[in-house]
């Protein structure tokens, strides 16, 4: 399956964002998750969510970050409240299902202070 993210873009801190991650193909039996990347960083892990539904967050996201996914329009969102200057990233999203193991090109969130 191939991915798209899109929705990032310049916020100030306290703002919202909603990414997208539209897919190729069906999503329904990946397991999917959102990632990002700052410049000088290892790339880590924001967000996921299972097939099944179940979530899981970041320790810097939690109550925050609210990722969800739409089977029916192959799609996953990241919405993303109280946005702060370290949130400033290029997001990534993915999609996993043995041995697959595909990636989105990238969206970039800038947050200023």
């Known amino acids: 399956v191939q991915l798209q993210a899109s929705g990032g873009g310049l916020v100030q801190a306290g703002e919202s964002l909603r990414l997208s991650c539209a897919a190729s193909g069906s999503i329904f039996s990946y397991a999917m998750g959102w990632y990002r990347q700052a410049p000088g960083k290892q790339r880590e892990l924001v967000a996921s969510?299972?097939?099944?539904?179940?979530?899981n967050y970041a320790d810097s996201v939690k109550n925050r970050f609210t990722i969800s996914r739409d089977n029916a329009k192959n799609t996953m969102y990241l919405e993303m409240n109280s946005l702060k200057p370290e949130d400033t990233s290029i997001y990534y999203c993915?999609?996993?299902?043995?041995?697959?193991?595909?990636w989105g090109q990238g969206t970039l969130v800038t947050v200023s202070s």
């Open positions: 993915n999609a996993k299902r043995w041995p697959l193991d595909s």
């Open positions: 969510i299972t097939s099944g539904g179940i979530t």
